[in-house]
Structure formats: C-alpha cells, structure tokens
C-alpha cells in the first residue's frame, strides 16, 4: 500500500500564463493570465470553468504538450517542460487506435516502454478488469460504444502507472447514464489507486461529485477565482437536497460559473468556445 502523505504538494501551477498566436492572421488569444494552484498528493481536485476559459490549455502545460508563455508547472518540485511517465492524459475523444483491440490499445503505453507481452499480459488484465472490460479484450473500437471506449482509454492511462491522471473532460461524449456510472467508477479506482487526479469539467453536478475540492477558473483570461473544497461523503452526493450542506455547496459552484459564464458572453465578439 502506498502511504499517504496528504499535505504534501503533488503539482505547483505557478503564475502561469499562456497566449496563443495565429501565424496566418498574426491574431493573439490571451487564454491563462496569472493562473497559480496547488494540487496536493493523492487529491482528487477538479478544475471548473465556462467553455473556452482555457481548461485544456492548462491540462496540456502540465501534461507538457504545451510550452507556456511565462510561469511554472512543478510536479513533485521538479520544472516540467515536456511529456511524462509520470502525468498520464485522458482525452475528451478516446484517442484510441482504431486498427488494435482493446487488449493492444490498453497496453500500448507499456509496449512503448518496453516490455514485452507476457510482462504486459497480467498487467493490461487487471486493468481491463477494473475498467469493467473483460471479455471484451478482442474487440475493435468500432466494436465498442462511446464508454466502452473510454473505459478502455482509462484503463490505458492507468496501466502505465502516473502518478498524476490528467483528465480532460472525459465523460463529455458518453450518454447520461454511462456518465453517472463512469463517475461512480472513477472515485472507485481513485480509492483503490490513490493517484492525484486533476479532473477537467464544465458540469457542476459532475466537479461537485468527483472532488475534494472544486477550483473555480474565471472566464478568460483565466485564473483561479474561488476553491471550493467539498466534505460531504460521497455516498451522499447524488442527492443534493437530502443533505443541505452539499446542496448549499452546489449553488455556490452554480453561482460561481453562471457569473463567468456571463462574463464569457459579454466579452464574446465572434463564436469562439
Ligand atoms: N491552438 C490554438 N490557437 C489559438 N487559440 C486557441 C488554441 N487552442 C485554444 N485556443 C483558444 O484559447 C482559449 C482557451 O481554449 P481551451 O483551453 O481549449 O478552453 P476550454 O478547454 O476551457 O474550453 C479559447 O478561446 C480557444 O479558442
Ligand atoms: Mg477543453
């Protein structure tokens, strides 16, 4: 069992900023200005924020996919400037490959680190069955629906053992239902694992189930504006008006995005998202 060190400092966003520059039409997005947080070691932290606020753009600088203009991104305090073994990413799309079954996908990290099948064999296997996949180990993507695909891109985030999963707004694609019980899955492997997970949404109901605490990012340029931190177990989480605080704590996240989402709208001139 891996021990818990609770209090110690996993990942450090520090006054991060990051301005996108079109070199066909020389435009400038300024989309993260200041941007400083605090992921703590074994924390489940989802980050919240209106459409276009610039969630993925931090998701993909800590993942080292993207150079920031200025600031830092340190994880376990060391400086981050490219991809990791130890940040694994879950895609909004599965970003599977199409042309392998689930067993190849779920192992294609650890192939791409060498090891062979027999070591990858046990390994891929459990995961699958953690995901709830077995039995579909030989099929396609095209074979799968919506969650079983990103089952399978979960499973393959795990199997390479990060110690941060980086996950970008992976249940967006899914049907109400699966969603609900994919949520319900990831806290339950969050538990069994204890990896720090920095999970990216714009649903409320969805950070507010998820996390321990909720970071609130302003309309863009982003920033913090407000971490909510959410006590209430987990099990009593789905019905928020069966337990007053929760619900008091869902309309402070409510408040919080209708205002940037407001923001957003006002400042909008074009259909940027
Ligand atoms: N490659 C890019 N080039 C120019 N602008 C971009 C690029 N990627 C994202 N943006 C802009 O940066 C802002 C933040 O985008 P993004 O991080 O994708 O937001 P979110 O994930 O919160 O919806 C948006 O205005 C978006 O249009
Ligand atoms: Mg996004």
């Not at 200041?34 to 992921?39: I, K």
């Not at 909720?214 to 069966?242: F, G």
């Amino acid at each position: 069992m891996p021990t818990t060190t609770a209090t110690a400092t996993k990942i450090a966003v520090r006054d991060l900023v990051h301005r996108y520059y079109d070199v066909q039409s020389h435009a400038t997005t300024l989309a993260i200005q200041g941007l400083d947080l605090n992921v703590q070691d074994g924390e489940f932290l989802s980050v919240l924020g209106p459409s276009g606020c610039g969630k993925s753009t931090l998701l993909y600088i800590i993942a080292g996919l993207i150079k920031p203009t200025s600031g830092q991104i340190l994880v376990d305090g060391q400086v981050v400037s490219k991809p990791g073994p130890d940040r694994g990413m879950v895609f909004q799309e599965y970003a599977l490959l199409p042309w392998k079954d689930v067993r190849e996908n779920v192992g294609l990290g650890l192939k791409l680190r060498g090891l062979n099948q027999t070591q990858r064999t046990p390994i891929v296997d459990r995961f699958i069955e953690m995901v709830g996949l077995r039995g579909f180990e030989e099929k396609y993507p095209h074979e799968l629906s919506g969650g079983m695909k990103q089952r399978a891109a979960v499973a393959r985030t795990l199997a390479s053992d990060p110690k941060v999963m980086l996950m970008d707004e992976p249940f967006a694609a899914v049907d109400a239902q699966t969603r609900i019980t994919m949520q319900e899955e990831l806290v339950r492997i969050w538990q069994e694992t204890r990896k720090t997970i920095l999970f990216v949404t714009h649903s409320v109901e969805e950070a507010a189930f998820l996390a321990d605490r909720v970071a609130v990012l302003k309309a863009r340029p982003s920033r913090v504006k407000e971490i909510v931190t959410i006590t209430t177990p987990r099990t009593n989480r789905r019905q928020a008006d069966k337990d007053p605080e929760f619900g008091a704590v869902q309309a402070r996240l409510f408040d919080l995005v209708r205002a940037e989402v407001k923001e957003s709208g006002d400042s909008a001139t074009g259909s940027r998202h």
